[in-house]
């Protein structure tokens, strides 16, 4: 007689075993991992808001965080690196193969760069004062990519602005803390799955192409959206831009034996306990929630296990600030 073809499924695969008769609190929707990572190796990181977690829990318990300028928030001041495009055109400009047109933006009497403008709060004196900051950034950025043993990248969104005449990826729209807002310059973009597997795959294999043995371990951010330019609910488009993530991150998986994913997202909102895991405002993380996540991300790709996991409080991101914009605007 034929065995049934579910017969020898570990725990983990049936929904009674790994989630119904486990603690909330202790769901850990591993899958086997591709590599670990130890103290000695270099690990930079990028991506959104929640990628500081991860940066902080690396120094917090003494492994090598890799970062190339001083005082950096990630391995680089790059600041928030929400979509593949952002990241892939960042890697294009560290090798000069992407220059984008426009090279700063006013804010009152000062300018920022138009790629990083809340990395340095106080802005630049002049326009070429930015220009000289970019230019030692990317040069960085490419020690930075050469260097590194394993790159830890969150993906965080699908939606942005674009440059209407080169086609650059804004971490943020001009028009209300700095530059100026042109519907003619600038467009709203949502990218598809199609297109997030692009930008990405384009990247991992321009870092190969410096760094041969470089690893990469995606993961996907549980942060909503804070406004979506769809027209539609904000929860239509956190679940689309999630989704698609999600399924990118799966994709590039399968192509690059060099690339694996960490399951931060399935962690804080698919474990049903949305009421421990978020704020009253059901998008900020909570301790508890960042807690569970390191947990799982040291036990299976350090087999370390953590007692006290760091939870930092962090200086606003992009989309805090976007937040507490449309909040005056409504007043």
């Known amino acids: 007689m034929s065995r049934f073809p579910y017969d020898d499924r570990p725990d983990a695969a049936l929904w009674k075993r790994a989630i ?3 603690d909330a609190t202790e769901i850990d929707p591993w899958a086997p991992v591709r590599f670990t990572i130890d103290t000695r190796e270099r690990v930079a990181s990028a991506g959104s808001c929640f990628a500081r977690h991860i940066a902080a829990n690396l120094k917090a318990h003494g492994f090598n965080y890799f970062q190339t300028e001083e005082g950096a ?3 680089a001041n790059f600041g928030n690196v929400y979509t593949t495009l952002q990241l892939w055109q960042l890697f294009e400009r560290a ?3 992407f220059s984008p047109q426009e090279k ?13 403008p809340r990395v340095f709060p106080d802005g630049f004196v ?6 000289e900051a970019e230019r030692l950034h990317l040069e960085a950025v490419r020690r930075l990519f050469e260097a590194l043993d394993v790159f830890v990248f969150t993906l965080g969104l699908t939606e942005g602005f674009v440059s209407t005449i080169d086609g650059t990826a804004f971490p943020a729209c001009p028009g ?6 042109d519907a003619a310059r600038y467009a709203f973009r949502n990218l598809t799955v199609a297109e997030n597997v692009e930008y990405l795959d384009a990247f991992v294999s321009a870092l190969l192409h410096v760094n041969p043995s470089a690893r990469i371990l995606l993961t996907v951010s549980p942060v909503p959206l804070v406004a979506t330019m769809e027209n539609r609910s904000v929860l239509q488009s956190t679940v689309y831009s999630k989704s698609v993530l999600r399924v990118c991150a799966d994709e590039l998986r399968r192509r690059h034996p060099c690339v694996d994913y960490f399951w931060s997202y399935e962690i804080v909102t698919a474990t049903y306990n949305n009421d421990r895991y978020f704020e009253p405002d059901r998008r900020s993380v909570t301790e508890a929630g960042v807690a ?9 790709f350090a087999n370390l296990e953590i007692e006290r996991p760091q939870v930092d409080d962090f200086d606003p991101c992009d989309e805090d600030v976007l937040d507490a914009i449309i909040k005056k605007a409504s007043l």
């Open 176 to 181: 209300k803390d700095f530059g100026v807002f």
């Open 95 to 97: 090798y000069g193969r």
């Open 126 to 131: 002049s326009p070429e004062a930015v220009h």
């Open 20 to 22: 119904q008769m486990v």
């Open 73 to 75: 928030e990630y391995s």
């Open 104 to 116: 700063h933006w006013r804010r009152g009497d000062r300018y920022v760069d138009p790629l990083r």
């Open 292 to 300: 569970h996540v390191m947990r799982s991300f040291f036990r299976h």
